[in-house]
């Protein structure tokens, strides 16, 4: 396998071989097209962009593997054509965009009611409605791109990308919340005039509904944090931030908009430049009406906000008392709102997360304090964020505080994968399978970790949950690779004391499942026909690794 060289040399890297695993093989990533011609190129980096990314496995649960990710994209490829994977690289770019264009919908949509009426504001000239029409194009692209994107179905744990059953599900969540982003944003004075009242009230509810937007701008937003790896801290933070500029913002523009089209008196300290009278001069107002208007709005709307009054002016009408009242209280749930999610950002230092991060610092210093070198730090750190997930958990006291019964199916669970793909576990004795997985013990190993070394005893047999390894001869020429769901060792289980005749290194970072050979005894001797199965392939294995080994030492000899 002709790859890139890793990080840290492998200890078989003088035979001529090095493995890694940041490429994945075209045949299944291309499905056959060629790599000539524009439309060609085209078409592969089309299907590069829109397949599942080999980074998927540090933020997914169940592609945590290069075999895994091969499977996904080979599935994806053959059978869906150009269907986006959610873990692909544009959805995720996809995603990016859309959370800058849904902050500039709801932030215009909003201005647009405050500045209505106005024509000399800039909303109303042809750059600006050109830009809006592109906007909402965007929102358009959107609706018809996630009838093509597939999403992940939790209680199956599989991502879906049957085009039957993504649009249903699009259909039964967002589809028509994206819908509704599609409608233009500006609409001209003269077209306001023409419509009837009541078409203007529809009109008015369906453009607020965008406002509903801001659900589909946390679950991008969400998303792109998790894909990025962005800080915990820094992400909430800047939710917090945004959160609130964009609701003072809305809120603000929508009491200056309900006030005047409810018909409230022509006092109403909203109007133009008498509304800031107070803060600038007369004649400027006058100069620059939008500027005023938008300062005024958010002056006043913010005393309604905080304080529940328009300051020294009292309201005109009842109706202005209403809208008083509304807005505060609505603002006062907010900001409960906004203080239990600072709360959370406090409590996330006990959380698993903060403890994860503490745990990390606290890693670091004391390699800092030992004077390790970079290479070991950089291995430890891959170690403990592949182990825990970045979440830190204890799970011996874990596994304490509840029954036998729950801890046996916690661990057949945790091993379905294994039991599915394994071929030395299917069929078996659900006693016996129960036994069997009770005593595997669970390993992570890095890449190019000696799992077994050649001539060395052997007292172990492994099961490969997620991960590739590469297995050698004597000689240190490589057999093959294996993947998840495989196993080796099995020769160890059925030949005390016998010498491993091949040598298994990890070629990325893999979750292996170890049994023991004493384990194993107790579990296999009510099952003869079983134990006889195993012997036959060890006794298979054992033939292939010596023909191999006596032909290398047979070609090294001709060389020399």
């Known amino acids: 396998m002709d790859t890139k060289a890793t990080i840290v040399q492998s200890p078989f890297s003088k035979y001529g071989h090095d493995c890694s695993l940041e490429d994945l093989p075209d045949e299944y990533e291309y499905n056959g097209i060629p790599n000539r011609g524009f439309l060609n190129k085209l078409r592969r980096m089309t299907i590069r962009a829109c397949a599942v990314s080999e980074s998927s496995k540090m933020y997914t649960h169940h592609l945590r593997s290069f075999g895994a990710i091969v499977k996904e994209r080979r599935r994806q490829v053959v059978n869906y054509g150009f269907r986006i994977h959610p873990f692909s690289r544009a959805y995720l770019v996809w995603s990016c965009i859309m959370v800058f264009a849904i902050a500039f919908e709801i932030f215009f949509t909003a201005l647009e009611f405050l500045l209505r009426g106005m024509p000399e504001c800039f909303l109303y000239t042809s750059h600006w409605i050109i830009g809006t029409t592109a906007t909402d194009s965007i929102f358009v692209l959107n609706v018809l791109l996630h009838f093509g994107t597939g999403y992940y179905d939790e209680p199956r744990q599989e991502v879906v990308l049957d085009f039957k059953r993504i649009a249903l599900q699009y259909l039964k969540t967002y589809f028509f919340l994206d819908l509704l982003a599609c409608l233009p944003l500006v609409l001209p004075p003269y077209l306001w005039e023409i419509l009837p009242f009541a078409a203007q009230v529809a009109v008015d509810l369906l453009i607020v509904m965008k406002f509903f937007l801001i659900i589909r701008f946390y679950k991008y937003f969400k998303y792109c944090a998790e894909i990025l790896d962005i800080n915990y801290y820094t992400y909430m933070v800047t939710l917090v931030v945004v959160f609130t500029l964009l609701y003072w913002h809305v809120t603000c523009c929508m009491l200056k908009f309900t006030r005047e089209r409810m018909g409230t008196s022509k006092n109403s300290i909203f109007i133009r430049a008498k509304t800031i009278q107070s803060l600038v001069a007369k004649e400027k107002a006058s100069e620059y009406p939008v500027l005023y208007v938008i300062i005024g709005a958010f002056y ?230 079983l134990l006889a199965n195993i012997q036959h392939i060890a006794a298979e294995r054992m033939e292939v690794a010596s023909m191999l080994d006596d032909y290398n030492k047979k070609e090294q000899q001709a060389k020399r």
């Open 300 to 529: 006043r709307g913010s005393l309604i906000i905080y304080n529940s009054s328009y300051g020294k002016v009292l309201p005109a009408t009842e109706v202005e008392i209403l809208i008083v009242w509304f807005g505060w209280y609505a603002s006062s749930l907010f900001f409960i709102y906004i203080l239990a999610m600072i709360m959370e950002i406090m409590k996330g230092k006990t959380s698993a997360a903060h403890k994860y991060v503490e745990m990390e610092r606290q890693l670091k210093d004391y390699m800092r304090h030992k004077q390790l070198p970079m290479q070991m730090r950089s291995r430890i750190l891959i170690y403990y964020e592949f182990r825990f997930q970045k979440s830190y958990f204890r799970e011996s006291e874990i596994l304490e505080t509840i029954s036998e019964q729950l801890r046996q199916e916690i661990n057949m669970h945790a091993c379905r994968k294994l039991v599915e793909n394994v071929i030395f576990f299917r069929n078996l004795p659900i006693n016996l399978l129960v036994r069997i997985i009770s005593c595997l013990r669970i390993e992570v190993y890095l890449v190019n970790d000696v799992i077994i070394k050649a001539n060395t005893p052997g007292t172990s047999m492994y099961f490969i949950s997620t991960g590739t390894v590469a297995i050698y001869t004597k000689s240190g020429k490589e057999i093959c690779h294996l993947e998840d769901g495989s196993h080796f060792g099995e020769i160890a289980l059925i030949i005390k004391g016998t010498l491993r005749t091949a040598s298994v290194i990890a070629v990325e970072v893999s979750e292996i499942y170890r049994l023991d050979q004493k384990d194993f005894v107790k579990a296999i001797n009510p099952y003869p026909d």
